[in-house]
């Protein structure tokens, strides 16, 4: 890995000073759920000289729904105590909420179905706490990445989380014993093609000229800013700065109101039935490459009666991008026709309305990349002097298997648990103390790491169930180990 740059480069050389004001003792970059949990499991340990930025111009409404799986949640409860019964708290307010909103429960515990063509059950996945819980001792939480973030961000005071912060540069200052953070603020941020969809960005309000430039600086620093990380182009300059497409895409639609009566009926008959949600693939179990590129498709019953989909399909890169509308309806029902998925389902596409069509690339930053021309297998490290990259900055990659946030939160334990010792030690201007700390954070994360995002691209839950149990021994069924700072 390049270290940080000891100078800075022309267009911020006017932010630096001889003499800096304050010094941070750690400043997380990304106010996401895995930015916002490290600054909270720090202060919780008394290291309270932090601060957290984000290029948001405002906190807003914003992320989809995901799962906080056993190996999270016991994360967060060993991180901060407080904050994990908050997240369970919101999560059962939540759920109050859209009972009391008319949607249906069902006497027995809910699961989400994998179904095959023909509408048989191939697997049937518990999604209730108590479920997960009695099989791995922590329970499943489904939370909108929203409330996630404002709970957490509740826990910290205000003037610890300073939105329209957006990172330009991070470079290294030895005579000041420190890492200088360049900012931007109130500008014109640029679309994000890494973000969960693709929409037409709405800058209308936003004045190019009125930008602010700022610099912050601190002993540490924590990239927590998400798999378009720019804490982590300050670190590597070559190709592995920028995340790499996987392969893998998605093409959804959340909401199709009219939908004929006979077709409505087959799908209630042969795939919903008493179910919400469930995935449909081709039941075909294969560990190996070639089980990669069959497509799936997660069909959505909401609580109003509407219906939607998300596909999830390997496709090149330059056949999806640019695609919106009709030709992603197109896309998609041929993708369909070719892996042979049923008639019902092929029409239930063909019916989408194209002004509600979304598409997503999935990228990835891997544990391992074999080298194309001497077949060496390269590691790129998650850190450099006094930065360290957490969550998807330092191994983003598709959502298949539910782990991104869930992995951001291990990661968070074992930052925060060594940073925590640096500051016992007094260790701040210490460079060995804090690059043997940061090296001991991979060596122990990144095994698991590369276990899950291997099974990831091969899109796990639809192998056997004997090696899903073992999975589920390997990632939930794990408990935390207070000297190493991980769950083991």
């Given amino acids: 890995m390049d270290m940080l740059p000891s100078q800075s480069d022309p267009q911020t050389s006017t932010l630096s000073s001889a003499s800096p004001d304050k010094i941070y003792d750690v400043v997380i970059v990304g106010a996401g759920p895995v930015g916002l949990a490290t600054a909270v499991g720090l202060r919780q340990r008394g290291i309270e000289n932090i601060l957290v930025i984000d290029q948001t111009r405002a906190f807003r409404q914003v992320g989809q729904v995901f799962d906080l799986l056993p190996n999270g949640l016991k994360a967060l409860k060993y991180l901060d105590s407080q904050a994990y019964e908050k997240i369970k708290e919101t999560n059962h307010k939540s759920l109050n909420l859209q009972q009391s909103d008319g949607e249906k429960t069902n006497s027995k515990s809910p699961a989400w179905l994998y179904k095959n063509f023909q509408g048989q059950v191939i697997r049937s996945v518990p999604v209730d706490y108590d479920s997960w819980f009695q099989d791995y001792g922590e329970g499943r939480v489904p939370i909108a990445?929203?409330?996630?973030?404002?709970?957490?961000?509740?826990?910290?005071?205000?003037?610890?989380?300073?939105?329209?912060?957006?990172?330009?540069?991070?470079?290294?200052?030895?005579?000041?014993?420190?890492?200088?953070?360049?900012?931007?603020?109130?500008?014109?941020?640029?679309?994000?093609?890494?973000?969960?969809?693709?929409?037409?960005?709405?800058?209308?309000?936003?004045?190019?000229?009125?930008?602010?430039?700022?610099?912050?600086?601190?002993?540490?620093?924590?990239?927590?800013?998400?798999?378009?990380?720019?804490?982590?182009?300050?670190?590597?300059?070559?190709?592995?700065?920028?995340?790499?497409?996987?392969?893998?895409?998605?093409?959804?639609?959340?909401?199709?109101?009219?939908?004929?009566?006979?077709?409505?009926?087959?799908?209630?008959?042969?795939?919903?039935?008493?179910?919400?949600?469930?995935?449909?693939?081709?039941?075909?179990?294969?560990?190996?490459?070639?089980?990669?590129?069959?497509?799936?498709?997660?069909?959505?019953?909401?609580?109003?009666?509407?219906?939607?989909?998300?596909?999830?399909?390997?496709?090149?890169?330059?056949?999806?991008?640019?695609?919106?509308?009709?030709?992603?309806?197109?896309?998609?029902?041929?993708?369909?026709?070719?892996?042979?998925?049923?008639?019902?389902?092929?029409?239930?596409?063909?019916?989408?309305?194209?002004?509600?069509?979304?598409?997503r690339l999935y990228y990835i930053h891997r544990i391992n990349i074999v080298d194309k021309g001497d077949g060496v297998k390269k590691q790129p490290t998650w850190s450099g002097g006094r930065v360290v990259l957490v969550g998807d900055a330092a191994h983003g990659m598709p959502p298949f298997m539910g782990q991104g946030t869930n992995q951001g939160l291990e990661d968070a334990l074992a930052v925060v648990t060594l940073i925590t010792k640096i500051a016992e030690n007094n260790h701040w201007d210490d460079i060995l103390a804090i690059a043997t700390a940061f090296e001991k954070y991979e060596s122990l994360r990144r095994p698991l790491m590369a276990y899950i995002q291997q099974l990831t691209l091969k899109q796990y839950p639809h192998s056997s169930a004997k090696d899903w149990q073992e999975y589920g021994q390997q990632v939930y069924d794990r408990n935390f180990d207070p000297v190493l700072g991980i769950l083991v």
């Fill in 145 to 359: 990445w929203y409330n996630m973030q404002t709970t957490l961000r509740n826990l910290l005071p205000e003037h610890q989380v300073k939105a329209n912060h957006r990172c330009i540069n991070v470079v290294d200052e030895p005579e000041n014993s420190c890492v200088r953070i360049d900012c931007l603020s109130d500008t014109n941020i640029e679309a994000n093609p890494y973000a969960y969809w693709i929409e037409q960005p709405q800058n209308s309000d936003i004045n190019p000229q009125n930008q602010q430039a700022k610099s912050i600086r601190a002993k540490l620093i924590v990239g927590a800013d998400g798999i378009n990380s720019t804490v982590r182009k300050a670190l590597y300059t070559d190709s592995l700065a920028r995340p790499e497409y996987s392969g893998y895409a998605a093409i959804g639609c959340g909401e199709i109101l009219e939908i004929p009566t006979e077709l409505q009926t087959e799908l209630e008959e042969k795939f919903f039935q008493d179910a919400s949600r469930l995935t449909v693939t081709n039941n075909h179990i294969s560990t190996d490459a070639a089980g990669m590129d069959e497509p799936r498709i997660i069909l959505v019953r909401r609580v109003e009666g509407e219906l939607g989909y998300l596909i999830h399909l390997a496709l090149p890169m330059d056949s999806l991008q640019g695609q919106s509308g009709s030709s992603l309806v197109d896309l998609a029902v041929q993708e369909l026709e070719k892996a042979g998925f049923p008639h019902v389902i092929k029409e239930l596409v063909r019916i989408s309305n194209p002004s509600k069509m979304q598409q």
